[in-house]
Every structure is written in C-alpha cells, then in structure tokens.
C-alpha cells in the first residue's frame, strides 16, 4: 500500500514551474530522500505532500484517497505533518509546543501533556519540556519540532532539510531516533536535503530533484552549461576547467557526471579518458561497501571508489588525487 | 477659578473613564477588523489600508465637527440629547482612536511571521484555531497597539471641548481643564492638571515599555 501516489502533480508560482512530477509513489513505513541543489523544487513538493499548499494542477492520493478538495486537505493534514526547514516554535514552553497539534485534535489538556512529554523524551528532551522556546539554541528548535510532529503520531513526516547545522552527532540522534520510531509502529518518512550523504545513509529510496522535474540522475557532478555546438566533441568550460563532452546539443544544458564513471588515481593516467583532472580530496564518506571522495579540482566532483581501491592508494582528506572520465560518460539534459 | 483638590481627581477619573471606554470599543472594533485586513488577501485591500492610513492623520476638530454635527439637537442623532456628555466624547473618541486599533492590528497581524500560520496548518489546527494562533504570537504588538489607542484619546483635546462643552463636574476632562485654566490666566492651576496628565502618560509609556520587553517586540 502506497502512503502517497502522486500522478501529474504541477506547482507554478507567478507563471514559473517549480515543480512537475509526472508519477511518485511512496510505500508506507519507506524512508524516501529527496535531493537536489536549492531551488530544485524539494520544499515546494513537501509542503504539497503536507497539504498545506494547494498544487496548479494534478493530484495527490494518501493511503489510496484522493485529496483535491480543501475539506480533503484538512483532514488529511490531521494525518501527514511537515517540519519545516526553519521551525517556528510558538511563544511558550516547549511542553505547549509539542502538546499544539494534539490540543488542536481535541486531546484533553492533561492527555495531551503526557503523550507531548513522552515524545519529547523520545528524542531526548524531556527536561526541556518547561523552558522557554525562545531559550533555545537552532540545533534544539529542530529537535523540538520533530518531536511535536512525532507526538501527533502521523501516518506520515516530512521533514525538509530536517539538520542543517554541521552538527553531525545531532544528525545521527535525529535518525536513530525516526529509526526507533519506525520501529515503534508504521510510519512513513519523506525528508528534504542537499546533503548525499544524508541520503545514501538513512534513506531507502531516492528522488533527485534538478529544476523542478525527476532527474534520471542523482544531483552530484551536476553542472549548468552553455554548449558551444558545431562538432560532436565540444570542449564547454564549467567553472574554471575546460572539459570535453559528446553531444550535438547547443545553448543551455546541465551535464551530470555520475560518480560511478570516475576513475581516481594518484597519478595522471595515460589512457583513452579525454578528461584528466588534478586535485585535492576533501570529504571522504562510506557508502556502503564503497567510498564517495570529494575531489576539488576547481570544481567538486564526487567519485564513487571501492574501499579496497580506497585504501591502496592511501587516500585522505588532503592528498592529491587525479580524476579521469571519458567525454562520452559525461551525460547531457 | 479655583479648583480644590477633589475636583482634580475628579477630572482625572473622569478623563480615565472617557478614555478607557473609547479604548475599549475602539479595540473591540478595530482589532477584529485589523485583523481582517491584515490576514486575508481581497481586490482593494491596498486601497482600504491606505485610507486607513490617512485617517490616522485627520485633525481630531474634524472628527470633533463631525460627532457635533451627528449629536446636535437638530442633527440626524440629536434626538439621542448625547450632546455635551461625557459619551459623546466617547463618540469622537471612538471614531479617533478607531483607525489607530483597526490600522496597528493590521500591521501586527502582517508582521507575524509567516511561518506561524503554516506551521499551525501542519500541526493539524483549523482555520478558528490558526487565526488565534497568529493573535498569540502577535499579542504584544496587539498591546502596544491598544496602548497607544489609550494614550491618544486620552491626550486629546479639540473634540472633547466641541461635543463636552468642557462643562464642570460633566465633561471637563484633563485636557479641557488645561486649556480653560490656561486661557484664564490660571497657569498655576494648568501646570498642575498638565502634570496629572503628563503622569497618567507616563505611565502608559512605561506599560508599553514592559510589554515590549517582555514580548520582545
């Protein structure tokens, strides 16, 4: 059974697309990452997905009932919340906070209280339940927030761009804890971000978002373009390298070069690779069996490398690394 | 004129009571109106937010000449006998402090930020309790608003004396107090009324200032 089914689902703002997805099926209890640079489109489908807007055009159904009427909506946002990239938290305690949503369900106040109070301590907080929510720092809002979306016990939580902060133990406690609670009992979990790594970690499915449309790519390697036409080889200049694609487009394109096409090595390789590029690791993260390096070669590129590759070339953040990848792996769109 | 000391606090409490009862229909009508403008989005709301703006400024002689007009015994409401009448000043007052109320809700209500309404929206509230929402977070403002309707009316003087008469014991309040007593020579007696009223203005000030450091406003 699919939480969300999203069928020709378009939102324009003052006569600009900024999102148009033709399908989207979210399975209940699936942990879906949707990425993509800023501006891609993630906030605009998940405050669709929350009902709180209304789309221009298409339909979205949850748990196999459409809902396309503004009655529809209200209910359905009784069912599905949204944590907002910046969470607001209403003058008062954090306990009130947490308690909102399920005031507003009519759970009577004394009810409401214990189950904001367990929640709460589901995630940690429990002595920040009488502070006062202007007392908080930004990595705690965000967790304040979760845990008001988690104590309305949603069929489904949103969550755009849920740690924004660099703090990555805050982001590891936020994940186990929406692990714990799925563990807990159904739930669905669609969350924002424009970190991968964030992604290939928690996520069990991916939607790459580029311009407000599906990309067939996931968003790393992704560059805007101006095609110079004329050959089939071209030589286009992305940021302040020259690298060599095949195609017969000309004018605007994106360029994706998927990272699984990146071959590294810590010396310049002679071989049939037209692109050739020098450069300075600086993020390195496990991806499961595999390693995704972080190149800065006056661009960033991303390299997807196995771990044993991995450690015999004895990388770290800081070596030196070359990357090459042939033109015709460099894909246009 | 010789004015004991009971007959001033006589005036004082009666300015207080002209300008609590203005304050407060005033509030009971702009605020839900402000809030109205301030919350939804119509063709002409531009417009109407303007002419609100413009009535903040109108010369309180104008409003005076206007409730006189009404309220005299030959005028549409003259049957009502209201004229020189401590309610009748409430009348102009009402209408003065009305677009004060009305225009800083409006702008109270637009100051909030966005996100409140949404993020009351997500958590599952109602259209009722969304809006009460918004109220919440704006309520300092919202004070601050009803404050400075208070501190208006209760220094106002030109349509006081035109639709009070500035009669003694009835409608004499601080302000025509001060100009009667200043226009007989009595400066002594003004000064005294004035710091009455320049400490009832204080203390208005000092409640705003608690509110907005309380509220953060």
């Given at each position: 059974?699919?939480?969300?089914?999203?069928?020709?689902?378009?939102?324009?703002?003052?006569?600009?697309?900024a999102?148009?997805?033709?399908?989207?099926?979210?399975?209940?209890?699936?942990?879906?990452?949707?990425?993509?640079?800023?501006?891609?489109?993630?906030?605009?489908?998940?405050?669709?997905?929350?009902?709180?807007?209304?789309p221009?055009?298409?339909?979205?159904?949850?748990?196999?009932?459409?809902?396309?009427?503004?009655?529809?909506?209200?209910?359905?946002?009784?069912?599905?919340?949204?944590?907002?990239?910046?969470?607001?938290?209403?003058?008062?305690?954090?306990?009130?906070?947490?308690?909102?949503?399920?005031?507003?369900?009519?759970?009577?106040?004394?009810?409401?209280?214990?189950?904001?109070?367990?929640?709460?301590?589901?995630?940690r907080?429990?002595?920040?339940?009488?502070?006062?929510?202007r007392?908080?720092?930004?990595?705690?809002?965000?967790?304040?927030?979760?845990a008001?979306?988690?104590?309305?016990?949603?069929?489904?939580?949103?969550?755009?761009?849920?740690?924004?902060?660099?703090?990555?133990?805050?982001h590891?406690?936020?994940?186990?804890?929406?692990?714990?609670?799925?563990a807990?009992?159904?739930?669905?979990?669609?969350?924002?971000?424009?970190l991968?790594?964030?992604?290939?970690?928690?996520?069990?499915?991916?939607?790459?978002?580029?311009?407000?449309r599906?990309?067939?790519?996931t968003?790393?390697?992704?560059?805007?373009?101006?095609?110079?036409?004329?050959?089939?080889?071209?030589?286009?200049?992305?940021?302040?390298?020259?690298l060599?694609v095949?195609?017969?487009?000309q004018?605007?394109?994106?360029?994706?070069?998927?990272?699984?096409?990146?071959?590294?090595?810590t010396e310049?390789?002679?071989?049939?690779?037209?692109?050739v590029?020098?450069?300075?690791?600086?993020?390195?993260?496990?991806?499961?069996?595999a390693?995704?390096?972080?190149?800065?070669?006056g661009?960033?590129?991303?390299?997807?490398?196995t771990?044993?590759?991995?450690?015999?070339?004895?990388?770290t953040?800081?070596?030196?690394?070359?990357a090459?990848?042939?033109?015709?792996?460099?894909r246009?769109? | 004129m010789?004015?004991?000391?009971?007959?001033?606090?006589?005036i004082?409490?009666?300015?207080?009571?002209i300008?609590l009862?203005?304050?407060?229909?005033?509030?009971?009508?702009?605020?839900?109106?402000?809030?109205?403008?301030?919350?939804?989005?119509f063709?002409g709301?531009?417009?109407?937010?303007?002419?609100?703006?413009?009535?903040?400024?109108?010369p309180?002689?104008?409003i005076?000449?206007?409730?006189?007009?009404?309220?005299?015994?030959?005028?549409?409401?003259?049957?009502?006998?209201?004229?020189?009448?401590?309610?009748?000043?409430?009348?102009?007052?009402?209408?003065?402090?009305?677009?004060?109320?009305?225009?800083?809700?409006?702008a109270?209500?637009?100051?909030?930020?966005?996100?409140?309404r949404?993020?009351?929206?997500?958590?599952?509230?109602?259209?009722?309790?969304?809006?009460?929402?918004?109220?919440?977070?704006?309520?300092f403002t919202?004070l601050?608003?009803?404050?400075v309707?208070?501190?208006?009316?209760?220094?106002?003087?030109?349509?006081?004396l035109?639709?009070?008469?500035?009669?003694?014991?009835?409608?004499?309040?601080?302000?025509?107090a001060?100009t009667?007593?200043?226009?007989?020579?009595?400066?002594?007696?003004?000064?005294?009324?004035?710091?009455?009223?320049?400490?009832?203005?204080?203390?208005?000030?000092?409640?705003?200032?608690?509110l907005?450091?309380?509220?953060?406003?």
């Open positions: 059974m699919a939480t969300f089914d999203v069928a020709a689902l378009r939102q324009e703002f003052a006569g600009r697309t999102l148009a997805l033709d399908a989207l099926s979210v399975r209940e209890g699936a942990r879906l990452a949707v990425v993509g640079p800023n501006g891609a489109g993630k906030s605009t489908l998940l405050r669709l997905l929350a009902f709180v807007d209304t221009s055009a298409g339909v979205i159904a949850l748990d196999g009932h459409r809902v396309d009427s503004a009655s529809a909506r209200r209910a359905a946002r009784q069912r599905v919340t949204l944590v907002e990239q910046r969470p607001y938290l209403f003058r008062g305690t954090v306990l009130g906070n947490v308690a909102y949503g399920l005031r507003a369900r009519g759970v009577r106040a004394s009810e409401a209280a214990e189950r904001a109070g367990a929640a709460l301590a589901r995630l907080l429990r002595e920040f339940a009488g502070r006062d929510t007392a908080l720092s930004e990595g705690e809002i965000q967790r304040v927030a979760v008001r979306a988690l104590a309305l016990e949603p069929v489904a939580l949103l969550l755009d761009e849920p740690v924004s902060g660099a703090d990555r133990a805050a590891h406690a936020l994940f186990e804890a929406l692990a714990a609670e799925q807990r009992r159904p739930l669905t979990i669609v969350f924002a971000s424009h991968l790594e964030d992604a290939y970690r928690w996520a069990d499915e991916l939607l790459a978002l580029h311009q407000g599906a990309s067939p790519v968003p790393e390697n992704l560059f805007r373009v101006d095609l110079p036409g004329g050959a089939p080889m071209q030589t286009v200049t992305v940021g302040p390298l020259a060599e095949v195609t017969d487009r004018g605007p394109a994106t360029l994706a070069i998927p990272p699984d096409e990146i071959v590294l090595s310049a390789l002679h071989s049939s690779a037209r692109n590029l020098r450069g300075r690791v600086v993020r390195v993260a496990e991806h499961g069996a390693m995704r390096v972080t190149l800065d070669a661009i960033e590129l991303v390299a997807l490398i771990r044993k590759s991995f450690e015999e070339m004895g990388l953040v800081g070596s030196t690394a070359f090459s990848f042939k033109s015709v792996a460099v246009v769109f | 010789s004015t004991p000391g009971g007959e001033v606090v006589g004082a409490l009666l300015s207080l009571k300008a009862a203005a304050t407060v229909l005033a509030c009971l009508l702009g605020i839900p109106l402000g809030f109205f403008l301030g919350w939804t989005r063709a709301r531009r417009v109407l937010l303007a002419l609100l703006n413009t009535a903040l400024a109108l309180t002689v104008v005076g000449l206007l409730i006189y007009l009404l309220l005299a015994r030959r005028g549409p409401l003259g049957a009502l006998g209201m004229l020189y009448t401590w309610q009748a000043i409430v009348v102009a007052e009402v209408v003065l402090a009305l677009p004060i109320a009305t225009a800083l809700s409006a109270a209500i637009q100051a909030v930020d966005p996100r409140v949404r993020t009351a929206l997500t958590l599952g509230a109602g259209t009722l309790r969304t809006a009460w929402t918004v109220a919440r977070e704006a309520r919202l601050a608003g009803v404050v309707a208070f501190g208006r009316v209760l220094s106002e003087v030109g349509a006081a035109m639709v009070g008469g500035n009669v003694r014991h009835e409608t004499r309040t601080l302000t025509t001060i009667l007593a200043t226009s007989q020579g009595e400066f002594g007696l003004a000064v005294a009324l004035g710091l009455v009223l320049l400490a009832l203005a204080l203390t208005v000030s000092v409640v705003i200032q608690l907005q450091g309380h509220g953060d406003v």
